[in-house]
């Protein structure tokens, strides 16, 4: 079964700190995204990743930067953290092109006071 | 713009009632479709997907979904809710060739009263 492990449940940091989220995946998966989840708008995509070293924009990029080093390991970066980036993130991995499933992780609740 | 659109936001039903929940896409390609669900306190969870050949696809507990091309709609049926499927479901859409980005609709909160 696979398995995307993600560093934090809750985190709370102060605006202006830089954040690091972290996620791994153990199944090889070439594809890694990263999402933030509000009420009543869904996922929405940030940033995702075909390979190592690779990055794509997704919908809503500003405020985040992201690192893939290895293949298991996606991060999301803020790089000064603001109030409206109080959210659920979540990463999620998959294999091949646009027909495979998405396997998420349990998200990290991120508080930015 | 690609999007997808969920028309309910919570919908309430009690036990052994009918469920229907409507999702509609705008992208004029081929695409893939899913619909996952969260269950509270867990993770996101696919449901059932569609890629090609039989518009009508069976899921996980009970739950299957119609792809209709002309009404680009991919709307979620199941006869019989227990109290156990609340949730909040998510249908998702991935556009041919879009190296298996995801568009997701804005959920749809089911509570089943027991």
């Known amino acids: 079964d696979v398995k995307v492990t993600q560093s934090s449940r809750y985190l709370v940091k102060r605006t202006g700190e830089k954040v690091f989220l972290e996620c791994v995946q153990d199944m090889d998966h070439e594809n890694m995204f990263w999402y933030r989840q509000d009420p009543g708008l869904g996922l929405r995509l940030i940033y995702f990743?075909?390979?190592?070293?690779?990055?794509e924009k997704g919908d809503i990029p500003e405020g985040y930067s992201v690192s893939r080093e290895k293949k298991e390991r996606f991060s999301l970066i803020l790089e000064s953290a603001s109030t409206n980036q109080t959210s659920m993130y979540l990463c999620?991995?998959?294999?091949?092109?646009?027909?495979?499933?998405?396997?998420f992780g349990d998200g990290t609740r991120l508080s930015i006071l | 713009a690609q999007s997808v659109s969920q028309h309910n936001h919570h919908v309430i039903l009690s036990e052994a009632a009918s469920l229907e929940l409507g999702c509609n896409y705008s992208y004029g390609g081929t695409v893939n479709l899913f619909w996952y669900v969260q269950y509270p306190g867990q993770h996101l969870q696919l449901l059932l997907k569609?890629?090609?050949?039989?518009?009508l696809v069976k899921g996980i507990k009970g739950f299957e979904a119609e792809f209709i091309k002309s009404k680009f709609s991919f709307n979620l049926r199941k006869p019989s809710v227990q109290w156990s499927d609340t949730a909040e479901y998510f249908c998702?859409?991935?556009?041919?060739?879009?190296?298996?980005?995801?568009?997701f609709g804005q959920g749809t909160e089911l509570s089943v009263k027991p």
């Open positions: 990743s075909y390979d190592v070293k690779m990055k």
């Open positions: 569609y890629f090609s050949g039989d518009p």
């Open positions: 998702a859409v991935s556009p041919y060739n879009q190296g298996g980005k995801l568009i």
């Open positions: 999620a991995s998959s294999s091949g092109g646009s027909g495979q499933p998405q396997h």
